[in-house]
């Protein structure tokens, strides 16, 4: 669902925010700071009607039993996969970009299982309220729960930045880590409907994690970290303007947030990718945890971010590449294109 967790697009962290003793790379280069746009909201009218039919949509499918809004989420998905052809179109410009050597059947085959994904998903956000630290184990367990207890001991001095995207569940992998005992604190940028956006966010905060305005994130995230916290930021969405670099993403070049590279070079905490990953079509998932990644550090601020973020961008790759059907492939992830370059999307 959108207004997941999102990327901090080149956070702006400001003069007398530190953390472990260091400046930020901006501060280093003596850059000028880049400023969060907010996004342009709704009509007042079209934002009204929006949420209606979102609340009527959220309230029905909590009011059904989660085996029943399970399937009515699936059926969801299909209906975006049949129907939506805008979307199914993108996605399958993607899947041709990222796996050339597959068929179109095949796209056609990841493209209609992560709709599947995306439709499960929303049926679980409605019933996230239900979950309990008693009973999280019943619907989030861990690939290696050992990794997990060692990366989390490792991170408790100094807290951890964990890099993640809209992959599998979002929602659900960040109310697992509460439940779990650690709360975490989301990067989110606004939705253009502010009523769907409170009530999102509300949500979100329901389990104890905190939600951080993109708008505010450079400085919340840097008191979060000296708070020893657990911050997720994705990194798989395209960085819009002047809020993002060119990295390679399956071979092509990718407008792609450098704030989490800014966040990483600047705080010296841990940087832990980590995913939800469905087991078999079900309402139950496993965390999957990577070996954290260290940021490039040569003393070029800029030549750091560019390289941090390349290096953040490829193991986010890896991810999908794993588990393909998890990824959002709708998402215009190579919209904006370097200069003299032609548009991919029509």
């Known amino acids: 669902m959108k207004g997941a967790p999102e990327h901090p697009s080149q956070l702006a962290l400001p003069p007398d925010e530190k953390t472990h003793g260091q400046s930020s790379p901006a501060q280093k280069s003596g850059r000028k700071k880049k400023l969060i746009r907010l996004a342009r909201e709704r009509h007042p009218l079209v934002a009204r009607v929006e949420y209606a039919l979102f609340v009527a949509l959220f309230s029905f499918l909590r009011w059904l039993p989660l085996p029943v809004a399970f399937r009515c989420g699936e059926w969801i998905g299909l209906l975006l996969y049949h129907c939506d052809r805008p979307h199914r179109r993108v996605g399958l410009t993607n899947l041709r970009f990222a796996f050339p050597d597959k068929s179109l059947t095949e796209h056609q085959a ?37 990794q997990w207890q060692e990366l989390v001991s490792k991170a408790q001095p100094t807290g951890a930045l964990i890099l993640t995207g809209h992959f599998g569940n979002w929602e659900l992998f960040a109310y697992a880590h509460a439940y779990y005992g650690f709360p975490v604190h989301i990067i989110h940028r606004r939705l253009r409907n502010p009523l769907i956006d409170d009530l999102i966010v509300r949500e979100r905060e329901r389990c104890g994690n905190k939600v951080i305005r993109k708008t505010t994130a450079g400085i919340e995230v840097l008191r979060a970290i000296r708070k020893k916290a657990l911050v997720v930021a994705a990194i798989d969405q395209n960085a819009s303007g002047r809020m993002g670099v060119f990295v390679p993403f399956f071979s092509r070049p990718a407008s792609t947030s450098s704030g989490l590279a800014g966040l990483a070079l600047a705080s010296n905490v841990p940087v832990i990718p980590a995913v939800l990953v469905r087991e078999q079509g079900t309402w139950r998932h496993r965390i999957v945890i990577w070996p954290p990644v260290e940021p490039v550090r040569t003393g070029n601020s800029e030549a750091d971010i560019r390289a941090t973020t390349e290096k953040f961008s490829a193991v986010f790759q890896q991810m999908v590449e794993q588990y393909p059907d998890h990824w959002l492939w709708i998402h215009k992830r190579w919209k904006r294109r370097p200069d003299g370059e032609a548009p991919i999307y029509e």
């Open 110 to 146: 990841i493209l209609r299982e992560s709709l599947l994904n995306l439709g499960r998903m929303v049926a679980e956000f409605c019933h996230l309220h239900e979950l309990r630290a008693e009973t999280i184990h019943e619907r989030v367990t861990f690939a290696d729960f050992a």
